[in-house]
Nanobody
Framework: QVQLVESGGGLVQAGGSLRLSCAASGRIFSINVLGWYRQAPGKQRELVATITSGGSTNYADSVKGRFTISRDNAKNTVYLQMNSLKPEDTAVYYC??????????????WGQGTQVTVSS
């Protein structure tokens, strides 16, 4: 069974920074795409950023220039550096591993989520 464990959330003032981490563990052969999504109260879950095993990245327009996604393939870990945070960035942030080749086949997995709160 593959598990994703997130860390790094918390409370920060507007303009501040946070760094999220997500480590995948289990019998993993490869992970093609790692990403971060977020869900604010009363809203649908939305994509924040993704990164492929080759390093190609994709960002939501709302975070471009402020957030940076990166990954360590050897550690099956993905990071999200969040700078210039705004109150509207407040949400539960979820890590997702897509196109995971493991002993079960090809699957996707979600982390449990980590709360990010930005105060004005």
């Amino acid at each position: 069974q593959v598990q994703l464990v997130e860390s790094g959330g918390g409370l920060v003032q507007a303009g501040g920074s946070l760094r999220l981490s997500c480590a995948a563990s289990g019998r993993i052969f490869s992970i093609n795409v790692l990403g971060w999504y977020r869900q604010a109260p009363g809203k649908q879950r939305e994509l924040v950023a993704t990164i492929t095993s080759g390093g190609s990245t994709n960002y939501a327009d709302s975070v471009k220039g402020r957030f940076t996604i990166s990954r360590d393939n050897a550690k099956n870990t993905v990071y999200l550096q969040m700078n210039s945070l705004k109150p509207e960035d407040t949400a539960v942030y979820y890590c997702k591993a897509d196109q995971v080749v493991d002993r079960e086949g090809i699957n996707h997995y979600w982390g449990q989520g980590t709360q990010v709160t930005v105060s004005s």
